[in-house]
């Protein structure tokens, strides 16, 4: 308790900077390659959508956080401090289980996408070996991150990983809007304002909840911060600032491209095609028109510092998650600990390793757990917690639950096709 008080706090502009990072990740690299299939106009409501859902879901998990810890003072540590915790105050022990398991699940999805990403990027560097060999290559890496007792001196580099993250942002939509003049005078249209089947729109609203995702980290910031009270400040202020950063990133990278851009988009900015026939008969490997391979070079450096940086930070979530459970099997520092660890890190190796497509794997688990863990069980954890709401809110909270399941199953129908397919 001495150290929870002790423990300096963070200021509200320190908590937007904090929840920026959270937010900011792989939803830069996923999103460019939604309207190829969604079209132009609704992968954009998607994007919007997916941004107010999660911003209410947010505001309401706030507000029972701080309905749980109520009175409020200086004299103690909060008790109800992660999502787990509340979840167990609101629906017992086995919402507990459950909110964890699902929790869980996302983020060791998020880490195998990331694992993918970042044998590709490894490739995209030296144009040697192949991305799984490098992924086998960066496993030893990826254990003895996971072997340190805590991330205190990885987390002191975190804003480095945002700022590389907003970099890549910033040269994606660059890029992108020089490589227009690729397809400019071709006759043929490279764009879709429309989708061509809805099937889709599931895994794509699906996807942009889960390039969202910040819910779990939502009860540690309010721990930490000064004034919680001013917390619905710092995430709407997040939560515009890379809602524009998406916006600009999914719309400026699929006008730039269009129908042929690559499931790595650093492909397409290191690559352009000569005509329309080879754009869409030839690998992009075969291209002939200009090649930058600076830009592969410098994207991959940037997205290697933000992935390697987030990574460990993911996965030391979900082992600190199946240390809180009371047991005596996986006390941090034991043997038993260092192998759950290494059981953990060697699946998602394994995740990576069979399917090797980082748009596949993230659209699969965000599919799968992204609309449970950032809508549906907020909203259930807040009304259990604060109780009955008023008419309007309610049906507000109840479409968007409607809207969460519905993208969850069609979203895991495309998304295991796509699997299939890899």
Request: charge should be neutral; charged fraction near 10%.
């Amino acid at each position: 308790a001495s150290e929870a008080l002790d423990k300096p706090k963070v200021s509200t502009v320190e908590a937007f900077v904090n929840l920026v990072t959270v937010i900011i990740g792989a939803g830069v690299l996923a999103l460019p390659q939604l309207p190829q299939r969604s079209g132009f106009v609704l992968a954009a409501l998607l994007l919007v959508i997916g941004g107010l859902a999660v911003q209410e879901s947010s505001i309401q998990l706030w507000k029972a956080l701080m309905a749980a810890n109520e009175p409020l003072d200086d004299e103690r540590p909060r008790k109800v401090t992660t999502y787990e915790a509340l979840a167990e105050t609101a629906l017992g022990l086995w919402g507990r289980i459950f909110t964890a398991a699902v929790v869980n699940i996302f983020l060791l999805g998020v880490c195998s996408a990331y694992a993918a990403l970042i044998g590709m990027q490894l490739y995209n560097l030296t144009g040697i070996f192949d991305q799984r060999i490098w992924l086998l290559i960066a496993s030893p890496i990826f254990v003895m991150l996971a072997l340190l007792p805590n991330l205190s001196v990885l987390s002191k580099f975190v804003p480095l990983g945002m700022l590389a993250a907003c970099l890549t942002a910033v040269m994606v939509v660059w890029r992108a809007l020089e490589d227009a003049g690729t397809w400019r005078s071709w006759d043929q249209d490279v764009h879709h304002l429309w989708p061509s089947s809805f099937a889709p729109l599931g895994s794509a609203l699906a996807t942009c909840v889960g390039a969202f995702t910040l819910i779990p980290m939502v009860p540690p910031i309010v721990r930490d911060m000064s004034k919680p009270q001013n917390f619905s400040w710092a995430l709407n202020a997040a939560l515009l600032t890379c809602g524009v950063l998406y916006l600009g990133v999914m719309l400026c990278g699929y006008y730039g491209y269009g129908s042929f851009i690559s499931e790595d988009i650093v492909e397409s900015m290191s690559r352009s095609p000569s005509s329309w026939e080879e754009a869409m008969s030839q690998p992009i490997a075969d291209w002939t028109g200009v090649q930058r391979l600076w830009i592969r070079v410098f994207m991959s450096i940037l997205i290697l510092v933000n992935i390697t940086l987030s990574m460990p930070l993911l996965a030391m979530a979900v082992f600190y998650s199946i240390e809180s459970f009371e047991s005596n099997y996986v006390v941090p520092g034991s043997w038993s600990n260092w192998m759950m660890r290494i059981s953990i890190i060697t699946g998602i190796v394994a995740m990576a390793w069979a399917v090797p497509r980082f748009t596949v794997v993230f659209g699969f688990f965000s599919s799968l757990a992204a609309p449970c863990v950032s809508l549906i069980l907020p909203l259930v954890i807040a009304g259990c917690v604060l109780g009955k709401a008023k008419c309007w809110r309610r049906t507000y909270h109840g479409v968007l639950v409607l809207l969460a399941v519905s993208s969850m199953f069609s979203g895991m129908y495309t998304s295991v096709m796509d699997v299939a397919s890899s």
